[in-house]
């Protein structure tokens, strides 16, 4: 079959836009279709933690985002209409010169289709998947506009994935909660824009965020009010806020109007698998769960960065086929982690019963004020602990005994020293390629081993470390050890490829 492109990806939110850059850097030929008109204009998620900030960083799309967003943000909870306790979240005490980012969906989105732009990439928007089939060879999509061959497809294209339908991928789950009410709102508070507002409330909880409008501070708020009998249509959502907001807080907090409304029930759902033959799923489309934490974007941009150097090494002929088995096996676990972290956020935000209540008021609030708590809140949120150590990549490349570092895990962004002496920061190294990090006395057989089943996308770095680490393209530690024999060894296993 020839084909029109390797990787045809559905779906132009952070997930396949992620995804297509990744595959971009990697020199791989994308295709990215969306059957919306046109890139959405309202906020919709409103958070990036570390995780995803060091995922663009890697993608080279960063760019002025750090200057447009907030870097950290505090949480005011209130009981009985008084502020009880303010939590600190985004930077607290994670390690990383990356940390979470307080921006909107939709300017992620922007400088993701910016850096798409600049390797030879547009989005083609109206562009609707009406059908798809799959041999051993490719796939052929079928689109509004005509026919697509590709090697493989990607399904980035959301929680109603016509993609994971068409091939048939059961996606079981749950409801977890009723309405919860969600606006953009212009609203002239007296109250603190240096952090956010949240007031637990027999009938439900009621959350204010503060939101930059066009870049900058004003009176743009972020309001989410779970209220399962309430109204669904635009205009009543903004009438229903409106009474909601001083029965909630017990103060006279009028709003102006609303740049966007939403009314959503909260899912948990996890597709049965992430791959059928050619196709892949990623982001919503394989994992739904509730907002709470703001875990989805970062989740399904470190799908997207998980599977596209897999695929770039399938497609360049450096991997078989086998190595993109690999790809459910080390993130369909953290998506059921975050799946049991946001669930059990939301209902102990949410529960009307009365141990709930007590536990809401007596226990969790007083013990989020707790340094150690919140250090833990932030680390959980950043995704910066996840780990591969028990995937099938990791299995083999050291024994577990091993101190510090064990393969599979996320590798900070160190300064690091490139062959020439000059210095550099590791991550800076990524995204298109592996990086080998090593004693300066260390370098040319471990070399010669990682070149010969990777080519040249290996790039030599040294710094403390006193034994060889391979680190991947997506920053997680490959393999560690003194002997070359050893990596060899690993790469083959791994690879299922001779060189």
């Given amino acids: 079959m020839e084909m029109d492109t390797e990787v045809v990806v559905v779906g132009a939110g952070p997930s396949g836009l992620t995804l297509a850059c990744a595959l971009r850097l990697h020199g791989v030929a994308v295709r990215v279709v969306d059957g919306a008109a046109g890139p959405a204009t309202t906020s919709r998620a409103n958070i990036l933690h570390a995780r995803g900030v060091?995922?663009?960083?890697?993608?080279?799309?960063?760019?002025?985002?750090?200057?447009?967003a907030l870097t950290a943000l505090t949480?005011?909870?209130?009981?009985?209409?008084?502020?009880?306790?303010?939590?600190?979240?985004?930077?607290?005490?994670?390690?990383?010169?990356?940390?979470?980012?307080?921006?909107?969906?939709?300017?992620?989105?922007?400088?993701?289709?910016?850096?798409?732009?600049?390797?030879?990439?547009?989005?083609?928007w109206g562009t609707v998947l009406t059908d798809l089939r799959q041999d051993e060879d490719g796939v052929t999509a079928v689109l509004g506009s005509g026919t697509v061959t590709c090697r493989w497809l990607a399904g980035c294209d959301g929680a109603h994935s016509t993609v994971r339908k068409l091939t048939g991928i059961e996606f079981p789950g749950v409801r977890l909660t009723e309405q919860f009410l969600l606006a953009d709102v212009h609203a002239a508070w007296p109250i603190d824009r240096a952090g956010g507002h949240g007031w637990p409330h027999p009938d439900g909880p009621l959350f204010a965020l503060p939101m930059r409008d066009g870049g900058r501070e004003g009176d743009l708020w972020r309001l989410m009010a779970y209220d399962p009998g309430g109204p669904s249509g635009e205009g009543a959502v903004l009438d229903r806020l409106r009474r909601l907001v001083p029965e909630r807080t017990g103060r006279d907090l009028p709003i102006?109007?609303?740049?966007w409304t939403s009314v959503f029930r909260v899912h948990r759902r996890l597709a049965d698998t992430y791959r059928r033959g050619r196709v892949f799923l990623a982001g919503d489309a394989a994992h739904i769960h509730s907002p709470l934490g703001g875990q989805g974007m970062v989740t399904g941009m470190g799908d997207?960065?998980?599977?596209?150097?897999?695929?770039?090494?399938?497609?360049?002929?450096?991997a078989a086929m086998s190595l993109l088995d690999t790809y459910e096996a080390e993130r369909r676990p953290l998506a059921t982690e975050v799946l049991r972290h946001t669930t059990t956020a939301t209902r102990l935000q949410v529960g009307d019963g009365p141990l709930t209540r007590f536990l809401r008021r007596r226990v969790l609030i007083p013990a989020a004020a707790l340094p150690s708590v919140q250090r833990r809140a932030s680390h959980l949120a950043s995704q910066l602990w996840v780990s591969y150590r028990r995937g099938p990549l990791a299995r083999s490349a050291r024994s577990r005994l091993a101190r510090g570092s064990r393969p599979g895990d996320r590798v900070p962004d160190l300064t690091c020293v490139r062959a020439d002496g000059t210095r550099t920061r590791l991550h800076a190294e990524l995204g298109s390629r592996w990086a080998l990090l090593a004693p300066a006395d260390g370098f040319a057989d471990h070399l010669a081993a990682a070149r010969a089943h990777l080519g040249e996308d290996v790039v030599p770095l040294t710094s403390q470390q006193d034994d060889a680490w391979l680190i991947r393209p997506d920053a997680h530690l490959a393999w560690r050890g003194d002997h070359p024999a050893r990596l060899t060894h690993w790469l083959a296993d791994a690879l299922r490829h001779e060189p």
């Fill in 54 to 68: 060091e995922v663009l960083d890697r993608l080279g799309a960063l760019g002025d985002l750090p200057d447009r």
């Fill in 75 to 124: 949480v005011t909870q209130y009981l009985d209409g008084r502020p009880a306790i303010t939590v600190r979240f985004g930077d607290h005490g994670l390690g990383t010169a990356r940390p979470a980012l307080y921006v909107s969906q939709a300017e992620i989105e922007e400088r993701l289709r910016r850096r798409l732009r600049e390797s030879g990439v547009e989005v083609e």
């Fill in 256 to 259: 102006e109007d609303a740049v």
């Fill in 304 to 318: 997207a960065e998980n599977l596209a150097w897999k695929l770039a090494m399938v497609i360049r002929g450096r």
